[in-house]
């Protein structure tokens, strides 16, 4: 998992070869006013979705990705993403092989202020889930969550 703020995207190039394509999205500036969806690019095998949401104070299960990494990058507003162990995969509740997401029950081993201007990488098998206010207060988040195909 990497957490950090967008002006070190191009740090993780190395780490995440397929992140020049989503430096490249970002650069055209147009997420921000683009509309909730599906969008693919110029690379097959990177495509996001445009994501709008309102925070709540309960916490769903934890999602994770068996073959997919997932970079989320927070457009505005405010939310908790938190991290639990990989080993929690024996408290599968279920997995789509189509979507190739998967969730479990667990706990918390790290939280995360997640804000405008800063991004998430989950790798394949790593734990996360988002969504949780951050003041206790429900906030509306608009998210970009490209998914790479490992």
Request: glycine share 6%; charged share 20%; net charge negative.
């Given at each position: 998992m990497i957490f950090d703020t967008l002006a070190n995207l191009e740090l993780y190039v190395p780490a995440v070869p397929h992140m020049k394509t989503v430096i490249e999205t970002m650069d055209r500036g147009d997420l921000y006013k683009e509309e909730p969806g599906a969008y693919k690019?110029?690379?097959?095998?990177?495509?996001?979705l445009i994501t709008e949401f309102e925070t709540s104070n309960k916490s769903d299960p934890?999602?994770?990705?068996?073959?997919?990494t997932v970079i989320e990058i927070?457009?505005?507003g405010h939310d908790l993403l938190s991290i639990a162990w990989r080993e929690n995969k024996?408290?599968?509740?279920?997995?789509?092989?189509?979507?190739?997401?998967?969730t479990?029950?667990?706990?918390?081993?790290?939280?995360y202020q997640g804000e405008e201007g800063r991004f998430a990488v989950f790798f394949p098998g790593e734990p996360y889930r988002l969504g949780v206010s951050?003041?206790?207060?429900?906030?509306?988040v608009k998210r970009v969550v490209f998914r790479i195909a490992d």
């Open positions: 690019t110029p690379d097959p095998n990177v495509t996001y934890f999602m994770f990705h068996k073959n997919t927070v457009l505005s024996d408290q599968l509740l279920a997995y789509d092989k189509a979507t190739d997401t998967g479990l029950d667990g706990d918390p081993i790290a939280v951050s003041s206790g207060q429900p906030d509306k």
